[in-house]
């Protein structure tokens, strides 16, 4: 099951609709989910059973626009609707314990001004037991690659591959060197290639500023993979620089991957 996390903004739409893509090329079934308070899930009497009603038609409305946009795109993908009870970052990694991706916006209506990412797609990327999409843009003409930063995380590494299988893709693997790099970082690359023979992968070592050469290397690509952490991440951080940069500033479908988290 994919999960995509909607709230009425069209970046959350434009998710649904990648969700959608993503759930026919799997063969999965697509849940689009709205997070709300739960007292106005529960609310059916008293003082605030009016506001609690509006505040739910206001949900199945955002839903059914998502639904309608995921439809768009692939109307033969099996979809289902809910509501979340609770914080939506709670709610939403609650829900993705079932889910093979977690698909989110880039931000929502309730964004601040000048942030560049919302809370609930920063909140849930590192943090969910599967991989995190966030769709911060779609680039109208997308070229046939995947694109993957190439670090210590295997899972990572199989994530893309198979990304780039399921799209019948190129696969661009970027390592930028440092100096306290994992030395078996390339290694792994390689035994990631053997498991996966069918996939057309291009190799590009380099130096330079790991997120900005990222960035740049995903710009057009169909999907932008990264641990959630990467080797110079301080202890105890979920995500590292590259990642929390890459959230920000990436320009297309970012895909983030825990250590263990290659999709199930």
């Known amino acids: 099951m994919i ?10 739409r434009e998710a649904a609709a990648w969700a959608a893509r993503e759930a026919g090329l799997r063969g999965a079934d697509l849940t689009v989910a709205y997070a709300m308070p739960r007292w106005a899930c ?10 609690a009603a509006w505040m739910r038609q206001s ?3 955002v839903l059914e626009a998502a639904a309608e946009r ?27 314990a079932d889910a093979e991706l977690l698909v989110v ?4 209506v309730g964004g601040v001004r000048g942030l560049l990412i919302g809370s609930v797609a920063y909140g849930v990327a590192g943090h969910a037991p599967c991989p995190v999409v966030v769709v911060r843009g779609l680039p109208r003409e997308a070229r046939n690659e995947v694109v993957v930063g190439v670090s210590g995380n295997v899972a990572a590494l199989e ?4 990304e780039a299988a399921l799209r019948d893709a190129r696969l661009l693997a970027v390592h930028v060197r440092a100096e306290d790099e994992p030395p078996d970082a390339l290694k792994l690359l390689a035994e990631s290639r053997e498991r996966h023979l069918g996939v057309a992968v291009v190799e590009q070592v380099v130096d330079g500023d790991p997120a900005t050469v990222l960035r740049e290397a995903g710009t057009g690509a169909e999907l932008l993979v ?14 590292g620089s590259v990642s929390q940069a890459l959230l920000h500033h990436a320009s297309c479908p970012l895909a983030v991957v825990g250590p ?5």
């Open 3 to 12: 999960l995509a996390g909607v709230d009425g903004s069209h970046a959350a």
């Open 42 to 51: 529960e609310t059916d009497s008293g003082r605030y059973s009016e506001v």
């Open 59 to 61: 949900a199945t409305e």
């Open 70 to 96: 995921a439809r768009q795109e692939r109307p033969e993908v099996s979809l289902t609707s809910r509501y979340l009870p609770g914080d939506p970052r709670t709610a939403l990694i609650r829900a993705a």
């Open 105 to 108: 916006g880039n931000h929502g």
């Open 159 to 162: 994530f893309a591959f198979a």
């Open 226 to 239: 990264v641990g959630s952490r990467g080797h110079g991440a301080v202890a105890g951080m979920v995500l």
């Open 260 to 264: 263990s988290e290659a999709g199930r």
